[in-house]
C-alpha cells in the first residue's frame, strides 16, 4: 500500500524555525496536508497544498512540495512553546477522500 | 460552525466485552471517516462512509468491529468482543463533498482493553 514517512523527533530553541519533513509513495496525489495533535486532542488540520503546487504560504506557515522527489515540508517560523505538538503528514490520492498519514514528528520547542 | 462531536471520550472495558463509540460529523458533510490511532503512530483508517454507504471497509477486522451510519448523518462504530490490541483512540472524522481542505477530525475516544 501508499506509505508516508517521518522523522519522529524534532527538537528546536523558541525563535527558531522548525522545519519538519515528509516524504510519500503515492505518485497520484492530489493533494498533501499537514495537522497538528496537541496531547489529548484531536487532530486540527493546519495547511494543505495541491499537488501542482511548490510552496503555500500563510502567516509563519510554509509547506514545500517537491513532487520529483516526493517530498514535502512544513517550515515554522519564529517557533513558540505553543507549537510543541506532534505534527501529521497525510496525503489524498487521485479519486479517493481517503488520506494517508504518516506516524508524526513530535516537535519540542525548547524555551 | 459546530466541530465533530465524539462520545465518550474515554472508555475502559475488559477484554472480551463490547463498546460502542458514537460520532456526530459536521452538518452538511456527506463523507465521514472511522480512524484507528495507536500509541505512537498515526491514524490508520477503519471504514469510510459517503452518505449511509460504505465506500471502503477493507481494513476493518470484520469478525469483531461493525460500523453503521444510519440516516446518512449519525455513525457508530462498536467494537465486539474487544481485545488488549483495540487499545487506542479511535477518531471520527468528516469532510464535506470533494474535501479538497481535508478532513475534520473530532477530539476522539480513548478505549483501554484491560
Known amino acids: 500500500g501508499e506509505d508516508v514517512e517521518q522523522s519522529l523527533f524534532l527538537s528546536v530553541r523558541e525563535g527558531d524555525s522548525s522545519v519538519i519533513n515528509c516524504t510519500y509513495t503515492d505518485s497520484s496525489s492530489t493533494y498533501l496536508y499537514w495537522y497538528k495533535q496537541e496531547p489529548g486532542a484531536g487532530l486540527q488540520l493546519l495547511t494543505y497544498i495541491f499537488s501542482n503546487m511548490d510552496m503555500k504560504q500563510d502567516q509563519r506557515l510554509t509547506v514545500l512540495l517537491n513532487k520529483k522527489d516526493k517530498h514535502l515540508s512544513l517550515r515554522i517560523a519564529d517557533t513558540q512553546t505553543g507549537d510543541s505538538a506532534i505534527y501529521f503528514c497525510?496525503?489524498?490520492?487521485?479519486?479517493?477522500?481517503?488520506?494517508?498519514f504518516g506516524k508524526g514528528t513530535k516537535l519540542s520547542v525548547i524555551p | 460552525e459546530a466541530g465533530v462531536a465524539q462520545s465518550p471520550r474515554y472508555k475502559i472495558i475488559e477484554k472480551r466485552q463490547s463498546v460502542a463509540f458514537w460520532c456526530n460529523p459536521i452538518?452538511?458533510?456527506?463523507?465521514l471517516y472511522w480512524y484507528q490511532q495507536i500509541l505512537g503512530q498515526g491514524p490508520k483508517l477503519l471504514i469510510q462512509f459517503q452518505n449511509n454507504g460504505v465506500v471502503d471497509d477493507s481494513q476493518l477486522p470484520k469478525d469483531r468491529f461493525s460500523a453503521e451510519r444510519l440516516k446518512g448523518v449519525d455513525s457508530t462504530l462498536k467494537i465486539q468482543p474487544a481485545k488488549l490490541e483495540d487499545s487506542a483512540v479511535y477518531l471520527c472524522a468528516s469532510v464535506i463533498g470533494a474535501g479538497v481542505w481535508g478532513a475534520f477530525f473530532g477530539q476522539g475516544t480513548r478505549l483501554t482493553v484491560v
Open positions: 452538518s452538511g458533510h456527506a463523507t
Open positions: 497525510a496525503e489524498r490520492g487521485a479519486g479517493s477522500y481517503q488520506l494517508t
